[in-house]
C-alpha cells in the first residue's frame, strides 16, 4: 500500500547528540517537505525538496539539513539538539501528477531533548 | 508574501448540528489552490477538501463542503451532522497556482464536538 512513512515515532536524546529522523515515501512523490509542530499548535516548515539533489530551506531551518539523494527517503539531521528541538516533527510529500500539489503527511516523529 | 488567517484559534460542536470553520486569506493572484485539513488528536493529518480558486463552484466532501467567496477572500468549511470523530485542529492552506512555493497554513482552529 503506497505510504508515506516517518521513524522512529518517539525519541528522547540528550542535549548535543546528532539525530536523524528518517521519511520515506511509496507513492513515487516528487515534492516532499519537513515540518515542526509543537502539539496542538501551527505549522512551521522547515525544509522542502522538489526532487533529487534539490532541497530549499523553510521558515524555520532549526539548524538542520536534509538530503535527497532518492526521490523516496527524505531525512533530516540535527547535528547538535537542544531542549528548544523539542516537538513533534512530520514529513509530507505531493504529487506533480495532480493539479493541486495537494500534500500527503506522516505520522510524525515526536521529539524529546532533555 | 500569502498569508493565511482563521480567527478562531477554538471552536466546539454539539454533536450533529452544524459548525463553520473560518478563513480568510491574502494574495494578489487570481488563480491558486484552496485546502483544508483535519488533524485528530495524536492522529495524521488528513486532507479534507480542496478547492479550485476559477471554479466557481463550492467543493463538497459527504458532510464537509466549503463557502467560497473569491472576492472575500474567504475560504470557509462547513461540517455538517457534526460527529465525536470531528473533534481535531483543522488548518486552512493556500497554494500559488504555479506550485513553485510551499502550501502556506493558517494557524489552526481547535474543534471540540459535545456529545
Known amino acids: 500500500e503506497a505510504d508515506i512513512y516517518q521513524t522512529p515515532r518517539y525519541l528522547v536524546i540528550g542535549t548535543g547528540k546528532k539525530i536523524t529522523l528518517e521519511c520515506s515515501q511509496t507513492?513515487?512523490?516528487?515534492?516532499m517537505y519537513w515540518y515542526q509542530q509543537d502539539p496542538g499548535m501551527e505549522l512551521h516548515l522547515i525544509h522542502y525538496s522538489y526532487g533529487v539533489n534539490s532541497t530549499e530551506k523553510g521558515d524555520l531551518s532549526s539548524e538542520s539539513t536534509v538530503s535527497r539523494i532518492r526521490t523516496e527517503h527524505f531525512p533530516l539531521t540535527l547535528e547538535s539538539a537542544r531542549p528548544s528541538h523539542t516537538s513533534q516533527y512530520l514529513c509530507?510529500?505531493?504529487?506533480?501528477?495532480?493539479?493541486?500539489?495537494?500534500?500527503?503527511f506522516g505520522p510524525g516523529t515526536r521529539l524529546t531533548v532533555t | 508574501a500569502q498569508t493565511v488567517t482563521q480567527s478562531q484559534p477554538e471552536m466546539s460542536v454539539q454533536e450533529a448540528e452544524t459548525v463553520t470553520l473560518s478563513c480568510t486569506y491574502d494574495t494578489s493572484e487570481s488563480d491558486y489552490y484552496l485546502f483544508w485539513y483535519k488533524q485528530p488528536p495524536s492522529r495524521q493529518m488528513i486532507l479534507v477538501i480542496r478547492?479550485?480558486?476559477?471554479?466557481?463552484q463550492n467543493a463538497t466532501e459527504n458532510r464537509f463542503s466549503v463557502n467560497f467567496q473569491k472576492a472575500a477572500k474567504s475560504f470557509s468549511l462547513k461540517i455538517s451532522d457534526s460527529q465525536l470523530g470531528d473533534a481535531a485542529m483543522y488548518f486552512c492552506a493556500y497554494r500559488t497556482y504555479s506550485g513553485n512555493t510551499p502550501l502556506v497554513f493558517g494557524k489552526g482552529t481547535r474543534l471540540s464536538v459535545i456529545a
Open positions: 507513492m513515487g512523490h516528487d515534492k
Open positions: 509530507a510529500s505531493s504529487p506533480l501528477s495532480s493539479i493541486f500539489h495537494e500534500q500527503y
Open positions: 478547492q479550485e480558486a476559477y471554479k466557481q
